[in-house]
């Protein structure tokens, strides 16, 4: 079977072929951002980068049980390349995957995919409810509070940090700027 690189276009279409719930299709385009904003920043494939942060829980809302397991699935029925099915799935290493990130893309993704929750949170209980007015002190301030966005594994968070060796405030940073690029989108421009 002959592999081809996906669009933006197919990929989204198999997101939400898979993926009818608002509040999973927002996570999934705010990664998508993050993932472009890193990738821009490293000199890196934007596209490349922004698919596979697009499709990374392609298979969540129908097959949670069978979290990652299914996205390759589907992304191996779709002929999607090996690198890209690769990258998705190893954003659940050590939760629901086997497969360690090994690349900065798939470093990045594992680090910023639970971060981009607790972002999105924090923004929420914000007056603005506002991507854009919220700050890495803020979010660093709500990181402390485990009751707080409790579902958010902080622990990968800063197992990503620590593989990227970065600072834990520059990575909330690079999150931040990166959703604030779709801030329309994820339905976090608030009232500002």
Known sequence: MDTKVPSREEAFRLLTKYNKNESL????????AV???????RGEDEDKWGIIGLIHDLDYEKFPSEHCHK??????E?????????????????????VEPKT????????????TGLVVTTALVRPSKSILDTTTKSVKKKWK??????GVNRSV?????????????????DTIKGMQEVAEEIGL????
């Open 104 to 115: 900065e893309l798939e470093k990045v993704l594992y680090a910023v995919d639970e971060l």
């Open 78 to 98: 779709n002929q999607w390349p090996e690198e890209y099915i690769r990258a998705a799935i190893s954003h659940g290493w050590g939760i629901c995957s086997e």
């Open 189 to 192: 421009k608030g009232t500002l």
């Open 71 to 76: 996205t390759e699935e589907i992304l191996r």
């Open 157 to 173: 968070i800063e197992k990503g940090a620590e593989m990227l060796g970065m600072d834990l405030g520059d990575l909330i940073t």
């Open 145 to 150: 509070d485990k009751r707080f966005a409790a």
């Open 35 to 41: 993932m472009r904003y890193f990738a821009r920043k």
């Open 25 to 32: 299709i927002k996570h999934a385009l705010a990664v998508e």
